[in-house]
């Protein structure tokens, strides 16, 4: 057992148990425990293969390729629509743990058996994503825009794409790409902290940088 791991359950105010015996199923699959991300990590063979993480209205074991189980029990969550490999289980209560015990085995096993085969999930990379035609005509009327929007990290491109592109109507990715229009001229990302006071901060808007830092 990993001791930073003991710590962290030790403070949790919500999900120790919870947490508990998802430890403990996932010690008893074999997978080796580590501390990464400040949250419990299980690894097989140094290959990551889940982490368990603590929410406000749930806690969660999330697989790292849980894209390529077979889920049929179809409990599997894709956490957000961007994601393309992780999935979650959530539980509410611990006994909802220990009634799906065998069934959490069973999924943490084959995702085990996915790392030992070497499978792997084709990911689509910024290439693959279509450019909007209203981004293209602020790139030809801006040809420092192109330049700088492809001087963005492959991830950033990728994430300013899917934000314009899913935007039915032609109005509103006008919309979003001229409000995002500042945030790639000065090299950030859809996410990226705009006001200096962190390097990250989803969806900052700067608006937090009038917040008092002094206290």
Aim: with cysteine.
């Amino acid at each position: 057992m990993n001791s930073d791991v003991q710590k962290f359950i030790e403070n949790l105010k919500i999900w120790k148990k919870e947490f508990t015996l998802l430890r403990q199923i996932m010690l008893d699959c074999g997978l080796a425990e580590e501390y990464k991300w400040k949250h419990p990590c299980y690894t097989w063979n140094g290959k990551n293969i889940l982490i368990l993480g603590n929410f406000k209205e749930y806690c969660a074991l999330m697989l790292f390729k849980g894209a390529l189980l077979k889920d049929k029990n179809n409990i599997l969550i894709q956490p957000t629509e961007n994601s393309h490999t992780t999935r979650q289980m959530r539980f509410t209560h611990v006994d909802e743990i220990q009634i799906k015990k065998s069934i959490i085995t069973e999924y943490v096993r084959e995702a085990i058996q996915i790392e030992k085969l070497g499978l792997k999930l084709q990911i689509k990379t910024a290439s693959d994503y279509e450019v909007p035609e209203e981004l293209l005509q602020h790139f030809k009327a801006n040809p420092n825009l192109k330049k700088l929007f492809y001087n963005l990290t492959p991830g950033r491109q990728k994430a300013y794409l899917l934000h314009f592109s899913q935007a039915k109507q032609s109005k509103t990715r006008l919309l979003r790409i001229k409000r995002n229009l500042d945030r790639i001229l000065s090299g950030k990302g859809l996410d990226d902290c705009i006001c200096g006071l962190s390097k990250r901060m989803p969806s900052c808007d700067g608006s937090h940088k009038f917040l008092n830092t002094s206290s």
